[in-house]
């Protein structure tokens, strides 16, 4: 059935009409048509009920009846037998039945019915337009004699208008107060009826404006509030305030002559009531223009804005001098009680204080004139809060809606009072206003005294009188303080001026003092928002720096400490003066989540580490029940609270230590990356995502394989995969992909970024690929996408085949991605050591090179300049180059203009040296005295002993070795060592402190250095990296290749406690270190030096602090690359030997003191690079100098740091004694 009758029209037509009015309120505020036309086009998407509307279910019935038939039959054409093609046949069904004759012949007959019944609805609205005018004439005074008849050809002639003058002068005569009710109704009536323009732009219109506010005192104001109301909205401002002006003062006037009072016990006001009804709707008008007017006053005269605000202040402030008497006795009623019953929030004075040009004003006036409008909302809220402390039980309210009690509209009042307090506290201008003096105090009320109050009310009251369940969590007086406190802590200085104060601060925590007293608290309800404040202030620094330093209470520990017994208590639940409800998972979650705002921070985490919290919550967490359910229960929120609160120890490096030693790493791992990958927000605190967390936890071994575990890796390539080649869908394009320009586009740029991060560390890229071997397939599927790194290796970075290349859709910008993450990843000399020997990625890039020839066939082919020959030959330098900024060249990444567009000779053998131009001359580079005096030192008997030594050496190595030689980790290691030992001789030989090739003396120093090393390792473990002693290929280089003195200069240094952090190799695994630890793979570097870098980055450089943290990158992380491997490739050859040399004789601490010393000289860099979104990239691939030119050592630029934190903290002693800490006991 396509066809429609005539019945069928009329009721479109009314279901239409319905459609209309029930969105009449969306299409009225459209500011255009075409903005109408919109929102009708897009309702489905934005109106919840449109499906339920009659006119859709109408149309929806139509559709059934008449494709029905035809979609059932194409369905089962469609299905032919093969149910697992159903979900590719709905399109195919859908597609069918757009084409058929049928669905054609329904639009065409719909569309041409719908057009008939628009065309009727518009017919019928202008005749209703043209009834309404004929009435508007018909009913006008003189109507008959014609004279606002305007069929006359001079209708806009002067004398037409001083008709319309003389009508509305006669109106206002007739609306005067003398003149009888009959008469007065009459005259208001033909006055609505006039069109606004014509009243607004009269000369009476002064004299009317006084009569029509004569007219407001009737008892039925009805039509003059309509009047009102229709003008304002089609006046300019200026007469919209003096409407609203009038208003007020009539308002104002009746309130001076009619002595109102609240009601009296059980007695309530009637809303129904005329008088009360008449106030409440001149009142309700009055806050319409309220909320309207601060949206276009701004256009016009401040002076017009100061009229509307004083004269609201005036009408708020009558009576301001009757007081609060006791309850009982009888009081004023006051225009801001029915105020605060309609706008209960004070959504007009939040308008009002929106902008500066109008929150100037306010604050001029009510510090002038109306201060005690602000008296009186604190006078309020102290008479609530004694009527809380004096009520017995809770009073209910009335049980009809119409009537509301005295105590009722008492805390309507205080509602109102808190919301405008709130406003005024947050504003410098408004807190100028305090103190102020208060009835029944005899000193001054400051701020201060406020934030207690408010505080104390917190405690007090649990709900409202009025118990609406839609309002009674937003009314109910905890919730509201607690949400005031919040906006207190979120301004810096009306947090310092009203929160940071030691009253406030010790009512906060006064029942958590006297819980762990042992006394009772009442109420202990409030437990949970005095956490949530508790919380807001911690997650500031000021506030933070309150916690854990300022010890002003009358007890031994700071503020934090309190919180974080309580806390351990409440986990324990060991405090018996709480109830079972008041020990509920979700007050524990709350002071969890309080705490959190501590630990997850270096200092925090530094003083709080002693109570051991992490074992409480590990221990709590144990004890939840498993239940595998769907639903989301509340075992199911109690566990992913204490998985919350247990991943956030990784937000630090001594963090993730702790969290390591509960077992609960990959647990904890698992339930982030369920929140990261539904991009759920970290919590209401936090202002940036997982991403540093996801670096933090990275940057160790186990840390990563809980990552992959997780299935984080996986779901990073694929997305990379889909970015860069495809996804596994093929997905219809509906824009195509632009062509990228740059090497890195942007569209790939995040998944880059968070490969960086995940690949940082050596220990991460060991613990992925260390025994993976690429698979070199001999085809690789268009559709197929890698899923691990190995495989992105194979399919990015070792394009050695032509089967890999016509693979990729986009070869040249996937292969030159792969470079720059290659790139990157052997900027790690651990992580480049591993990749050469396990894939030996160097030979295949220069094969790649020999091959990208003009004419391959021939030896002699000339060699193509392309972007991945220019990046290969950058990547080849960066690697087999070894110095510092000044003792090497690296090639540019680009071609240039010119004739010559690469003058940079290729870089076509390995392993031998690459082109002297990329090198410095030995001559031209400074030599620190270090270097200077150990060389001389060592040149004299350097060939004396080196034939014995070796003949010794090497005869002891070889017995020791061969065992061990058979293990694939060993075959790595001496790869390693045969890398190492064809690379920095030749750095060694370039700045002159090698004479001969040293190739020999540092394979047995390395050697004999990890059997002794070897022998202090708690366990051999197979997962866990093997560390690189790049220490002691220094040592041979200061020595001057001297392996016998060195190994001997090791061997003491090895007895100091400063090895442990110098010499990374050392602690590996080591004997010395608790169990725990050892077996952990996390080294002391890590959590003990890289956690004070962060700590004291903070309190030193903030800036660069807060560039990682927005980068998603831990100082951390490039702190322990440039630890672990003594600055090379990154500090020239005398500031190593500088670093090496303070460190050992100052001590461990100089380590931080270096560290902070080069990021802070680097802050300049460090924020541009922030905002260009490549700020971990820099960092590690950056050539340019990592200190001033004219500064000997970066040590030098941190004396204040030394001072402050090593003479004041004793810095250098709390890293010596690093591992103690852990194996110490906790206590409680």
Known sequence: MSQFSSEDEAELQYLLRQLLKSTKDRISGAPSIECAEEILLHLEETDKKFHNYELVRYLRQHVDRSLGALVEAETELGAGGDAGASAHDIHAVTRRTRDSAEYKQMMQTLKNTMSLVVESLINKFEEDQLRKEETYRDNLPGASEGRFNDNCSDSDSSFNHVSKGKQLQALAEQLDSSQPKEVRWEALQKLCCAPPSDVLSCETWNSLRTSLSAVLDDRDPDLILKFFAKTSSSSPFNLTREIYSSLAKSLEGYFLSHKLSLPIGSDGIDVTRPDISRLLKQMRLINDFQKEMPSFWIRHPEKYMEEVIES???????????????????????????????????????????????????????????????????????????????????????????????????????VHSLCVLGKVLIYTNGRKLFPIKIRKHKD?????????????????????????????????????????LWMLCEQTESAAECIYQSPVIETLLAPLIRLLNGEQVSPAGSLTHIADVLARIAS????????????????????????????????????????????????????????????????????LRPYGLHSCIAAALKEVPRVVSPISGPSLIWEETLQDSLLHFAATPKGLLLLQSTGALDHCVAYMYSRFIKKLQVSRCEKFGY????????????????????????????????????????????????????????????????????????????????????????????????????????????????????????????????????CVLCCDLDSFLLLESQYALCSMLLLRQKENVTEPAEAQGQLILDRLSVERNHLLVRVCAVGGPSERRLPPRALQEGPDPYPWP?????????????????????????????????????????????????????????????????????????????????????????????TEELA???????????????????????????????????????????????????????????????????????????????????WCTAHYVEMLLKAEVPLVHS???????????????????????????????????????????????VCVAVLKHMQPDILLHTQAQDLQVYLKVSQRPHRPPHLTSPCCTSTQGVCQYGAVQGLGGVLCMGGSYLSGQTHR
Request: hydrophobic share 40%; proline share 6%.
């Open 540 to 607: 500031t620094d000021r506030g933070l720096a309150l916690f854990l330093n300022d010890k002003s209470l009358d007890l031994s520990s700071s503020k934090g400490h309190i919180i974080v017994q309580f806390t351990q208590r409440l986990l324990d639940k060991d405090l018996p003066s709480l109830g079972r409800w008041e020990m509920s998972p979700a007050v524990c979650g709350a002071f969890l989540f309080a705490c959190r705002q501590m630990y997850n921070t270096c200092e925090g985490l530094q003083i």
């Open 691 to 822: 991403g540093v967390m996801v670096t933090q936890v990275a940057a160790t071994a186990p840390g990563v394989m809980a990552l992959l575990n997780s299935g984080y890796v996986q779901e990073l390539v694929v997305k990379l995969w889909s970015v860069l080649e495809c996804g596994r869908e093929d997905l219809r394009v509906v824009h195509p992909k632009s062509t990228p320009m740059d090497p890195i586009d942007r569209s790939c740029l995040k998944s880059f970024l968070a490969l960086v991060n995940l690949l940082s560390s050596g220990a991460s890229v060991w613990a992925l690929l260390r025994g993976q071997p690429l698979p070199q397939r001999e085809a690789y599927p268009l559709r197929e996408v890698p899923s691990t790194i190995a495989d992105l290796m194979d399919r990015l970075i070792a394009v050695d085949s032509d089967a890999k290349i016509n693979s990729l859709f986009n070869y040249e910008q996937s292969h030159t991605f792969g470079l720059r993450l290659l």
């Open 444 to 484: 001054l009320y400051s701020l201060t005294d406020l934030v207690v109050t408010l505080i104390n009310i917190m405690y007090q009251h649990p709900q409202p009188p009025r118990t609406d369940p839609s309002h009674t969590v937003s009314l109910a007086p905890r919730s509201l303080v607690t949400e005031l």
């Open 1107 to 1153: 560039a990682f943290r927005m980068s998603g990158f831990t100082p951390s992380q490039i702190c322990l690359q440039w630890l672990n491997q003594c600055f090379w490739n990154y500090l020239d050859w005398p500031e190593v030997c500088h670093y090496v040399s303070t460190c050992v004789l100052m001590g461990p601490d100089y380590q931080v003191y």
């Open 312 to 414: 609201t202040f005036s009408l708020l402030s009558v009576h301001p001098d009757l007081g609060l008497a006791s309850p009982g006795t009888e009081k004023a009623l006051e225009p801001v009680y029915l105020l605060a019953l309609l706008d209960i929030k004070a959504t007009w004075f939040n308008k009002w204080m929106h902008s500066y040009y109008s929150r100037a004003v306010i604050f001029r006036l009510l510090e002038r004139k109306y201060k005690s409008l602000i008296v009186a909302a604190v006078q309020q809220c102290l008479q609530h809060l004694s009527d809380c402390e004096h009520r017995s039980p809770q009073t209910s309210g009335s049980s009809q809606w119409s009537i509301y009690i005295r105590s009722e509209l008492e805390y309507a009042f205080f």
């Open 1004 to 1086: 047995l120093l390395l050697k004999h250095s990890h059997l002794f090393l070897a022998a202090q390792r708690a366990t051999t473990h197979p997962s866990i990296l093997t560390a690189t002693d790049w220490l002691a290929a220094t040592l041979f280089l200061m020595m001057a290749g001297d392996g016998e003195r060195a190994r001997r200069w090791l061997v003491d240094f090895s007895s100091l406690l400063c090895s442990a952090f110098l010499w990374p190799a050392r602690m590996h695994s080591s004997v010395h270190l608790p169990a725990p630890v050892a077996a952990s793979g996390i080294p002391p570097v890590y």
């Open 906 to 998: 290729m870089f076509l053998s390995y392993p031998s040296a690459p082109p002297q131009c990329y090198t410095l001359d030995a001559a031209m580079l400074p030599q620190s005295k270090q270097g200077k005096i150990l060389t001389s030192k060592c040149a004299g008997t350097h060939a004396r002993t080196h034939a014995r030594t070796h003949a010794r050496t090497h005869a002891r190595t070889q017995a020791r070795t061969h065992a061990r030689m058979q293990t694939s980790l060993w075959v790595i290691m001496n790869m390693n060592v045969f890398i190492m030992c064809e690379l920095f001789p030749r750095y060694g030989r370039s700045l002159g402190l090698l004479k001969d090739e040293g």
